[in-house]
């Protein structure tokens, strides 16, 4: 049974250079790692920072021509794609930055990357089971005794989180419960961001990699086997209202 490695890359928004960089300090030399490491990238690779469409063209390059990452959607690849296949989306909410990206370029570019993404968001899964069942990728997390599950519940839960619709208000921000708090401490680790958080928030052996790059915070890998993280600082103003905050925190150390 060959153990296999992974460096798990939290929320990018579009902050490209940061993201160089987090895989070069992961040890990465043009796309690929010496001693075969996988990337993953937990999704919303754009919106909101400034190089949304080098996210994408990165991303698709590592997965379908170095084949050293995976990938799976967050709810901004999500809506991304419904833009990109013509539905009708409210362009808000950080599309905005990536629309704008798209609308400088000419018709065969606007026409490659959008190609390219929905080639990346079609041939996805929903979320990752990897190392024989140990590690979960999903973005906005997955309760274990949902794993293996695939239902229109299940995509919502993985895409958008816990949200609590009825306590939810009309124009407000959905409300979103804590369902890793709720877990049991066992197997497998189940990674995931959406919910900016100031450090990696560990809790019943769950962990919310997304540390708010594009909100001034950091970009962070998690490496499995070793539990251990690898972050960059971004080169984004700190806008502190953006972050969660929990109690009954745990460390990584803690698993070890
Ligand atoms: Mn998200």
Redesign the pocket.
Known sequence: MSEQFYDIIG?THGCYEECLQLIRTCGYKNGIHPENRTLVFI??ITDRGPDSLQMINLVHWLVYERKTALYVP???CNKLYRYFKGNRVVINHGLETTVAELHALSQDENQLIKRKFMQLYEQSSLYLVLDHGNVVCS??GIKRQDIGKNGRQIQSFV???DVDHQSTKKGQPPIRRDWALNEKRTMPWVIY???PVISPRVVNATINI?TGCVFGGKLTAFHYPELTFSTVSSNQPLQVDKFNSYEHEETIDDYK
Do not use: S
Request: glycine share 26%; net charge negative; proline share 0%.
């Open positions: 929320d999704g919303d967050g709810n901004h973005h906005a895409l958008y989180g961001g959406h919910t997304d």
